[in-house]
């Protein structure tokens, strides 16, 4: 997606989109905006969901500070896309950029959030229908165009082996209009060893916040270390003249969901009542097995007078 105004003021000026442009009306007007908070309790169980499946061939691009946002895009004379397809999607997209989002501190930086919580970071991967569209400037404004793939970033001490790529050349983009290749990443090694995900139909998360987007939040995060985290944070909205503010605190603010279902391929509880119908339904459950990030979210939660929960996420073992 190319950047839709160069004017940083602007980009960081979320509750002004609509009112700035009228093409970006559904900035303010729109009922399937984006990022949401997804609600646990919420979930719809949809046992029709399949397993996500991406291309596992590797890929090149390079990496761009745009003074708005770090952005990965892969090469435009790559003779071997990656393709993102099955899951929730009815089509085959195709892999054109990452996003990362990510906070000043640990209490915030990801877009979407569980049950009120912020991850520190938040990578996403976007792609084009590429069945109906030629590109991602077309598909961005059509429907059933682009596919997010939200990835939460935790801190950890053994980082993600094809982030560390990534993250590695962060000292080469710290100042707005910088630039420098990144080679050979497999978008299938970068995510986490997870089939589980939820899933809604949403919007991009910058101006002019079209509705084209399905989203796909996978149910692990994946690792970034404070050093890491720490050299992300060194980037800067401006020139090495005049580096400005620091680029992080870019996540575009939570949405109303306005009724959306946000579905899930969790089968939190497999009741002697679901196992016993002839055909597989849809149905709500509010149990939820704990994992190991459940005492820091529901921690999190109690600081700003959530209500606690079980867990956020399910993990498998």
Request: aromatic fraction near 10%.
């Amino acid at each position: 997606m190319e950047p839709v105004t160069n004017d940083t003021r602007i980009y960081r000026s979320p509750a002004f989109w609509g009112l700035i442009n009228p093409q970006w009306n559904m900035c303010n007007k729109g009922r399937r905006q984006s990022p949401i908070n997804v609600e646990p309790e919420k979930l719809l169980f949809d046992p029709y969901l399949r397993s996500l499946h991406i291309d596992k061939h590797k890929i090149s691009g390079t990496l761009h500070n745009t003074g708005q946002s770090l952005v990965f895009r892969v090469d435009k004379d790559t003779k071997q896309h990656v393709n993102i397809s099955s899951g929730p999607l009815a089509y085959r997209y195709q892999f054109e950029e990452i996003y990362f989002h990510y906070g000043t501190d640990n209490n915030q930086g990801s877009e979407h959030h569980i049950h009120g919580y912020s991850f520190p970071g938040e990578i996403q991967l976007y792609g084009f229908n590429k069945e109906l569209y030629h590109n991602m400037s077309e598909a961005q404004h059509k429907a059933q165009g682009i596919v997010g793939i939200s990835l939460m970033l935790q801190i950890g001490d053994t980082p993600n082996p094809e982030l560390r790529i990534i993250t590695s050349a962060f000292n080469k983009v710290l100042y707005k209009g910088s630039s420098t290749p990144i080679r050979h990443i497999s978008l299938r090694s970068l995510l986490p060893n997870t089939e589980q995900y939820m899933t809604y139909e949403g919007s991009t998360t910058h101006p002019g916040c079209w509705e084209s987007a399905v989203w796909i939040i996978l149910n692990k995060p994946i690792y970034i270390t404070k050093q890491e985290l720490y050299a992300l944070r060194k980037l800067m909205q401006g020139s090495e003249q005049t580096p400005k503010a620091p680029l992080g605190n870019n996540a575009r603010p939570l949405q109303a969901l306005h009724h959306r279902t946000v579905r899930t391929n969790i089968d939190f509880a497999n009741t002697g009542a679901s196992k016993a119908q002839s055909c597989p339904t849809m149905y709500k459950d509010m149990y939820y097995k704990a994992n190991r990030w459940t005492s820091e979210i529901s921690a999190r939660g109690r600081e700003r007078g959530l209500p606690d929960v079980d867990s956020v996420f399910h993990s498998l073992p």
